[in-house]
């Protein structure tokens, strides 16, 4: 810093983000022995308890706060959850843990992340040039119409990737992935120019599958073991299967990613989801 040069503003100390929302992802199985050791008393009391806690409609509850099924063994239920306090999220995990029923939930897994804006979500001046690239021309009226469409939607589009709306669908999938570093497809190697054509390309493959599922991408660098978290809702479990089966062809997927384990769930409500893992009537 040169003599006389003000000094960075840096932002107060915080657990909040500037921009954004944290994301939590857990999921737990339920213990039949420890539930054994519970009186009907006790299971009918700690089920009246996750109403409550699990309710994303009650006093003080995170921004956004969804549970579900989970299909297979690894987990019989799992929470999904966004705010932009991080310690609003792991008070309902651990208001689930010292609750009545909490001796009967093993945690299974969980992925910490945050949402974001891709560094690969065009500009306005980006989505021109790229118009341009691909044979558009500035004066054409047809030209100017696109571009001003996506100045109209872009702030839209943002905003949902920030402070995501959650969609009523049935079902819900998530994995984790990286961008893979193999010294033959190294991803971080290529310059940004390919990487934005990558994903790109990508992109107008998910685009195909609007208003039958709908994604979120969190980022969990540096909050996680992985790069990020995909979230899919689908109106069908057909949908899931479609979309991960088609974009895996793209070679930003077929050649640079990799991924983690897939969790299938069916969303419901609080009261359905006790019933379905046999813990209410």
Sequence with gaps: MRPGQPAEQLPEPSIRLTTGWHCLHIYYRVNALALTM????AVDVGCDELRELLNPQ??????????????GHRADMGVMMMDPDPLKLDAVHQSLRASTLGVAFDATYSFVSI???????????????????EGGKADDPAFMAKVKAYEQRLPMMNKQRLYPDVPEWPVICFYPMNKIRDPHANWYMLPFSERSRLMAEHATSGI???????QLITASTGFDD???????????PEYIKEIVYTMRYDQASAKYAGFG?????????????????????
């Design 38 to 41: 519970l009186s009907p008393q």
């Design 261 to 281: 384990e897939f969790y299938i769930g069916y969303t419901m409500s609080v009261g359905d989801l006790l019933k379905h893992l046999k813990l209410a009537k």
């Design 208 to 214: 195909k599958f609007a208003g039958k599922v709908s």
């Design 115 to 133: 949402s974001e804006i891709s560094e690969y979500v065009p500009t306005i001046e980006q989505y021109s040039a790229r118009l341009i690239h």
């Design 58 to 71: 009650r006093e003080g509850a995170p921004e956004r706060l969804q549970v579900f099924a989970v299909s």
């Design 226 to 236: 992985w790069e990020w978290g995909v979230t899919l809702w689908g109106r069908t």
